[in-house]
């Protein structure tokens, strides 16, 4: 259950929000703040002699429920959690039989490629994409000159917020923050003035499980991307996943169909944009909310809904499945972020 949260005096008068109002099992009056050309539903009670238009704050409930019987745990493993086993055996030894380069005659890294479903492999801890001929940068003057000039729209959760941090981290760029926003949901603004590199971050829409937060900075992502120009030296970067495992999957595709129907009209204005999806990556959750396989499902329906779209695929997925040196975590560790990020620039600067 969520939150919105009105100022009044020194008073806090809190409301219960969520995707459907027959959730609040009341006879309260209900604020729709739905918006069906973002796909989003959204409900809030009404607040007694406070108007629905009025701006105020959003944030989640604490509240704990009990969704197993007393010895259900034991179904869902514990530890490396009941999806992801460990390959048991005595020995750990493998013999490898040499065989064709799987790296060989690899393709240029261009918007629309498909994506197999093992999708590559690491090799001394680097990602070599089977999809196309991935980049690797060995000095922050190599990642600057490939994103000179660019742009870079980040929207989604906080697993694409770690690409905003990332890139601060290695550029040393100048934020901007706004007086009112949130570094957890945004927007984010940092700039490198001498060589023309912005990136932006901001969170998607509710549902999202976040410290309180403005509710006029919440935008939903379809609508975000319908403010946005493009043009070849914009990147568009996106993923919904993390804060929608807790609900049904109608509500993750009526979401995502107005993100697909953004996308393609960014398109039609500006084809030379890129725009890349992050897929959803492995984590440590509670499997009735949030564990692998309820992410696993949602990413799936991604990846069918998007398929054959002119944009590019990051896929986390594999690239946190693939690793053995990490426990599964919901923010995958730096080193992984940066595998993601030349993955993603290999295809704004192409070898």
């Known amino acids: 259950m969520f939150l919105k949260r009105h100022i009044i005096g020194e008073a806090e008068v809190d409301t219960r929000c969520n995707v459907d109002p027959a959730i609040f099992n009341t006879t309260t009056p209900v604020c729709n703040y739905s918006d069906p050309h973002a796909g989003a539903r959204w ?56 065989g064709p380069d799987p790296l060989a005659n690899r393709t240029r890294c261009i918007p629309g490629l498909p994506t197999s479903q093992i999708s590559g492999f690491y090799d001394r801890g680097v990602w070599n994409s089977l999809v196309c001929h991935n980049r690797h940068f060995s ?7 490939c994103l000179r000039g660019k742009t870079l729209h980040f929207m989604g959760d906080s697993t694409i917020r770690q690409w905003y941090e990332h890139l601060v981290n290695i550029f040393n760029l100048t934020e901007s923050p706004l007086p009112d926003a949130i570094h957890q949901t945004g927007p984010l603004l940092a700039r490198d003035t001498v060589n023309n590199i912005t990136v932006k971050y901001r969170s998607h829409g509710p549902p999202l499980r976040c410290g309180w937060t403005r509710t006029f900075h919440l935008q939903y ?95 986390a997925w594999e690239m946190t499945t693939a690793q053995p040196w990490h426990r599964d975590a919901i923010h995958p560790t730096s080193d992984i972020i940066i595998q993601e990020l030349e993955y993603l620039c290999s295809f704004v600067c192409l070898l």
């Open 139 to 145: 000095k922050r003057s190599e990642w600057r000159t």
């Open 221 to 315: 992502v379809a609508n975000v991307i319908d403010k946005i120009e493009g043009g070849p030296n914009d990147v568009v970067g996106i993923t919904l996943w993390a804060h929608f495992t807790s609900y049904p999957v109608d509500i993750y595709r009526e979401r995502m169909e107005a993100i697909r129907a953004a996308i393609q009209r960014l398109h039609q204005r500006s084809p030379e944009t890129l725009v890349v999806i992050k897929s959803a990556n492995t984590r440590m959750g509670n499997e009735l909310v949030e564990g692998d396989w309820l992410a696993h499902q949602l990413d799936l329906l991604m990846r069918k809904m998007l398929e054959g779209m002119n944009i590019v695929l990051v896929d």
């Open 43 to 98: 409900y809030c009670e009404k607040a007694a002699n406070i108007s629905c238009n009025t701006p105020g704050y959003h944030g989640k409930l604490k509240t704990s429920v009990k969704l197993l019987q007393e010895g259900e745990e034991i179904l869902f493993g514990s530890g490396i959690n009941g999806v992801k086993k460990a390959i048991s055996g005595s020995s750990y030894k493998i013999n490898v039989i040499k």
